[in-house]
């Protein structure tokens, strides 16, 4: 079975530009969840979709926002992109039931802002 | 969600087994335990999750005492390829998939 694909892996954006993540779960894995890492505050969650509604959102600002589609595939925007944003996200999914706390993780979108 | 602590970094050679343990103080009932491995540039891995005593898999081992404040990975003959960063994480397994990571314990196995 094919794991959780991240597209694209590595982006350079500029200040003020907005961009858009693509995540992929495994086949059968409803919930999606986003991740940023940086080396300053590590891993960060940022928000949790599971039948197209976000169930559970982290402590970021409104420029960061996400959707779910009916085939459980998710994309995460960011506007208005500032220096601070240059991060690895990362997606991960689970299947409903599994237990919260098995999650299945993506290799990640290295995003740098210029 | 409880708060773990873990150290910081550990070092260890080629062969051996190396024991990273996690305190959960505050741990409640619903709670369980559960370590990710990463790697430099990748998603964490799920390694591993228990409730209590121990639990066993084909890549390492949970110790959970009968108090539950803490827990104790034990990966058994080490190789290079282990060297990364490993996470405890606790947490009651709700329909809700946030994880909350601390700065986990890495790990560096040398030859």
């Known amino acids: 079975k094919a794991g959780v694909t991240q597209t694209p892996r590595y982006l350079i954006k500029t200040r003020g530009q907005q961009v858009t993540l693509s995540c992929s779960p495994i086949s059968g894995h409803r919930s999606v969840s986003w991740y940023q890492q940086t080396p300053g505050q590590g891993l960060q969650f940022l928000f949790e979709y599971f039948s197209e509604t976000q169930r559970n959102k982290g402590n970021f600002p409104g420029r960061f926002s996400g959707r779910q589609f009916s085939n459980s595939r998710s994309e995460m925007n960011v506007s208005t992109l500032e220096l601070g944003d240059s991060a690895l996200y990362l997606c991960a999914s689970s299947l409903p039931g599994q237990g919260a706390y098995e999650q299945y993780f993506g290799p990640g979108t290295r995003l740098t802002v210029t | 969600l409880a708060k773990t602590t873990q150290p910081i970094s550990m070092d260890s050679y080629e062969g051996q087994e190396v024991n990273i343990t996690c305190s959960h103080n505050n741990i409640a009932t619903n709670d369980y335990i559960t370590w990710y491995q990463q790697f430099p540039s990748q998603g964490p891995r799920f390694i591993i999750q228990?409730?209590?005593t121990k639990v066993t898999n084909e890549v390492a081992s949970l110790f959970i005492p009968a108090d539950r404040k803490s827990s104790t990975l034990s990966l058994p003959r080490v190789s290079l390829s282990d060297t990364a960063v490993y996470y405890c994480?606790?947490?009651?397994?709700?329909?809700?998939?946030?994880?909350?990571f601390g700065t986990g314990t890495r790990l560096l196995v040398s030859p």
């Open positions: 228990g409730y209590k």
């Open positions: 994480l606790v947490g009651a397994n709700t329909g809700f998939q946030k994880l909350v």
